[in-house]
């Protein structure tokens, strides 16, 4: 298994999507970050071509707020899409911000292995299939009984 590659020349080819890109940079102005003034936007594909955005969202109390990617999933989840192929997520951190463990967790709810895609304004590139981001993660499957298990 490998795992997220950095570098400004992006040795895994995975390059942001240029509509993708240009989507992440809007919701990243979007943001509403008055505590921790840390900016994040992210945009995904579903298979059949739809696009979603997301943009970070805090609350006062602390642990309520959202990241970009979940606001992202979260928008797509509501228009009834359940996959994404592609994932852009923008910020101006150096390294690129890379999605936090309850994102990758979401992320691999419904895309193990859809293509991630971090970049900062300098261009650098933090990349990766979801499942590199979160090694060993699981989804659960419901069983005849009602009963959930781990599949993965």
């Known amino acids: 298994m490998s ?3 950095i570098t400004a020349a992006n040795a895994l080819n995975l390059t942001p999507d240029p509509q993708l890109l240009e989507g992440a940079k809007v919701a990243f102005k979007q943001a509403y970050a008055p505590y921790s003034k840390f900016r994040v936007g992210a945009a995904l594909r579903t298979p059949d071509g739809q696009v979603f955005f997301g943009a ?3 609350n006062a109390s602390y642990g309520l707020g959202r990241c970009a990617e979940q606001s992202a999933v979260q928008a797509m989840a509501t228009a009834g899409a359940r996959a994404f192929t592609d ?3 923008y910020s101006e951190a150096t390294p690129p911000a890379s999605p936090c463990g ?3 967790q979401v992320l ?3 895309a193990p292995d859809a ?3 971090c970049v900062n304004q300098h261009g650098d ?3 990766g299939l979801v499942r590199d981001f979160l090694p060993h993660g699981f989804r659960l499957e419901q ?5 959930e298990v781990g599949t993965e």
């Open 102 to 104: 309850a994102c990758r």
């Open 143 to 147: 069983r005849d009984d009602g009963h």
């Open 3 to 5: 795992s997220p590659t």
């Open 115 to 117: 293509r991630v895609v």
């Open 108 to 110: 691999y709810e419904f």
């Open 125 to 127: 590139v933090v990349s």
């Open 56 to 58: 970070n969202v805090e």
């Open 87 to 89: 994932l852009v997520v």
